[in-house]
């Protein structure tokens, strides 16, 4: 270790040193540091205005005393340095600072050997944070470790904080990133909300085990709930999150999560589990295990179990409108393969049914199992391509016919394709055969079917340049496709359903999910679609779609043996706008005309918009005809720095009833910050409501109490 003296004067010393900038905090303690340099290494460089020592005797500088060592920085009016045991002693004020803490105290003694120090009447700060405080003394041990006693410590900033954490002593460990408090009293406005004989909590971003701050939260039907998370850092590639709960008008309640993951594995498992509802005089649960693994370079399986103790469990606990309305649980497991044409996929699965209103006969089948074979592969001649999709599935149900069936639809496509246009022919053959058990029910047993399936697609891209910085596209397409007619009424229903009916629609080559109706087909789809695009940026300023289908023959395949054959000459006219006419805004407008009937079967109607202040809104509006007719309105607006209010209204007009709205506020400063949001959607089918209200309480650098509402707009949650 070297030494090198200075004598220069302070009017430099004032110029040379640069003040420290405390930022607000984030949602840890202190931030993460950076590496302390290697100061064993590093010379000690000392400045000051007289300096006195001896060859072998203690050192002594006096008047604007400044000492460096690599990140290290001490500043006093006396220093006394004895090279024999490398001690520094500061008898007056003194201020130190490394890449982790800054103090200033009364007199202080440092020692460069063990990194040792003591100072005493002090006011700290960690580096690279607000959070800071003062203490009657801190010891700091080779720059990663100090004892802080007779303590207070806060995140805000002036003179009156508004949060204050006082301890009589603060062990702060920044190798291990933990922190230590003994008898610590938290005050919040002054006014005492905590007191522990002893905390221990991470310092920060590493995983520690050990007990959160409470989740608070109340609804109109469960009560009062209360729940105090504990969080247990396994290891780690483990760790778990038990928190136990209690409803004032459920009762108690545990919930938990655990995590794991490995080289080539990564699972979770989530459980609710309430022995005795005060309600229902019942056990109530609800579990959740999702496991990935990663079998080969080309193998993979996957495992989903979902399952829950009623169907009114989710109506009973949810805290949203979209987990209170779910229909079924499905649970399910597979291995799955791919390689450079083809996939593979075996799985079985399960359904649980939630919903009261679902008659057994509607329930999905269990497939057990399902076997998939794809292949897309080239034959040789640009663009031609051998394409094929397989199933093999067995459907099983307590009701209804149960069995096999095997569906294949080979074929072959020509992608003939230039940069202002393409041609897409194909020609295929789909089989699909069954063995049934009918269950006494009358029907073959072994009943098949067969069509050619005969599509052309082709489209041409059009550019126009407008000469202001923009080019207009102009898209026409065309696909006409043909399937005959096959009788398909021995045939089960086991997962067909019609496809919502929209602009892809217009391009896809069955009107059905699943195999098991094949839609017969003679009819030619027209569209076109127009954009006007950025030359420079890239940026679509807007883009409008629309097309028809112009049916030849009849469709004669319906969804049940009671639906008439459509004879309409044409389908629903399909349209679509959407404005981009600024990054901030868009807006899209869909809709289906009917021709037949001279009306609109589908509108939607959704614009969002992002200010520069951080507004945002969101509106949209959805009809669909004798099924759907609602608005759903989210706003967010930040009144200033520090207050932000926000509010969603989503309302069925068919039904004349608020499906959900939420209203609420969130205050935010450098320190402390409140969210409040008051909620009631639609729990059920008879029409109950449930109103709740989360509260969360942050302390910045230290912790959040209660529970925060799942945000408006996903991109804003932290």
Known sequence: MSIVLVSIPGTLLAQESEPRVIACPGPSLAPMFKKVPDRESAPIMLRSWQFDATQSGPAEAREQVELERADQYLATDLLRYDPDSKTVTMPGQVSYQDSVIHITGSNAQYNFLDENGHFSAVDYGLTGSSARGNASQITVESGNYSVLRQLQFTTCPGESPEWMLTADELELDFEAGMGKARKAKLEFFDIPILYLPYISFPIDDRRKTGFLYPLISTANDNGFEIGTPFYWNIAPNHDATIIPRYFTNRGAAVTGEYRFITPRTRGRVDFDWLPSDKKTRKLRYHYRFDHQARLSQRWSSAILIDRVSDDQYFQDFANSLASASRQYLRSKAGIYGGGHYWTF?????????????????????????????????????????????????????????????????????????????????????????????????????????????????????????????????????????????????????????????????????????????????????????????????????????????????????????????????????????????????????????????????????????????????????????????????????????????????????????????????????????????????????????????????????????GRRSAPLFYDLAE
């Not at 609420?664 to 109950?688: H, P, Q, T």
Request: proline share 5%; net charge negative; aromatic share 14%.
């Open 345 to 705: 996929s075996v799985i079985a699965d399960d359904f649980q049914v939630v919903d009261d209103a679902v008659n057994a006969l509607n329930e999905p089948y269990r497939r057990l199992p399902r076997i998939a074979f794809n292949l897309d592969r080239p034959l040789g001649l640009q663009g031609l391509r051998l394409q094929m999709d397989t199933e093999l599935v067995y459907f099983d149900r307590e009701i209804g016919a149960t069995g096999s069936r095997f569906d294949i639809f080979p074929r072959v496509e020509w992608n003939i394709g230039t940069n202002w246009g393409y041609m897409k022919p194909s020609v295929g053959y789909r089989y699909t055969a069954y063995e049934l058990d009918w269950r006494g029910l009358p029907g073959e047993t072994s009943p098949d079917r067969g069509m050619e399936i005969v599509s052309f697609d082709s489209g041409v891209f059009l550019e126009k340049d407008k000469g202001n910085g923009r080019t207009q596209t102009l898209e026409p397409r065309i696909f006409y496709l043909y399937v005959p007619y096959k009788n398909q009424q021995a045939l089960p229903d086991f997962d067909s359903a019609p496809f919502t009916f929209g602009f892809s629609q217009l391009f896809h080559f069955n009107r059905f999910t699943g195999a098991d109706l094949q839609s017969d087909a003679n009819q030619l789809t027209l569209a076109l679609t127009t954009r006007s695009i950025s030359r420079v940026s890239g940026h679509e300023l807007w883009s409008l779609s629309f097309g028809q289908i112009v049916y030849f023959e009849p469709q004669r395949v319906m969804p049940t043996l009671l639906d008439e054959p459509l004879d309409d000459s044409a389908s629903p006219f399909i349209a679509e706008f959407v404005l981009n006419p600024t990054k901030g805004l868009s807006s899209r407008l869909a809709a289906q005309w009917d021709w037949q009937n001279s009306e609109i079967d589908v509108a939607i109607l959704g614009v969002t918009h992002t200010a520069s202040n951080g507004r945002r809104l969101g509106a949209e509006y959805r009809f669909r005809r004798d099924n759907l007719d609602q608005f759903d309105l989210r706003y967010y607006q930040p009144i200033n720095e520090r207050w932000r209010v926000m509010g969603r209204v989503n309302y069925s007009i068919q039904d004349s009833d608020l499906l959900s709205a939420e209203a609420g506020f969130e205050y935010d400063s450098c320190c402390w910050a409140l969210r409040m949001v008051a909620k009631r959607f639609l729990r059920n089918r008879e029409g109950e409501h449930r109103d709740a209200l989360f509260i969360q309480l942050v302390l910045k650098g230290l912790g959040n109490f």
